[in-house]
């Protein structure tokens, strides 16, 4: 199982980032998948069941924030907007499979002027 996340950047207050996680190594549409982020807490932000009916956003990013996955390239994505400095961290995709969770090793996302 792997996980390679991709997108963070240093973007400007009320600006937009695209993360994506590209998933191998199990059968993505059976899972389901979530965002975290660290700073330095972990915080769930954001998850995404298997057949991407039903999705699940903490307070602090719903609204501003959208998951969603790709079954054709085994892609989780999280779209970012109106950024906040408070949302600097690193982010991390999460699968768990048969119990275990799995992650990947994250992308830094810094929001500055």
């Known amino acids: 199982e792997r996980l390679v996340e991709s997108g963070g950047a240093l973007v400007q207050p009320g600006g937009s980032l695209r993360l994506s996680c590209a998933a191998s190594g199990f059968t993505f549409s059976l899972y389901a998948m979530a965002w975290f982020r660290r700073a330095p807490e972990r915080e769930l932000l954001a998850a995404i069941s298997a057949n991407g009916d039903t999705t699940y956003y903490a307070d602090s990013v719903k609204g501003r924030f959208t998951i969603s996955r790709e079954e054709s390239n085994e892609i989780v994505s999280l779209q970012m907007n109106d950024l906040k400095p408070e949302d600097s961290a690193v982010y991390y995709c999460?699968?768990?499979?048969?119990?275990?969770?799995?992650w990947g090793q994250g992308t830094q996302v810094t929001v500055a002027s």
């Open positions: 999460n699968a768990n499979v048969g119990g275990i969770n799995y």
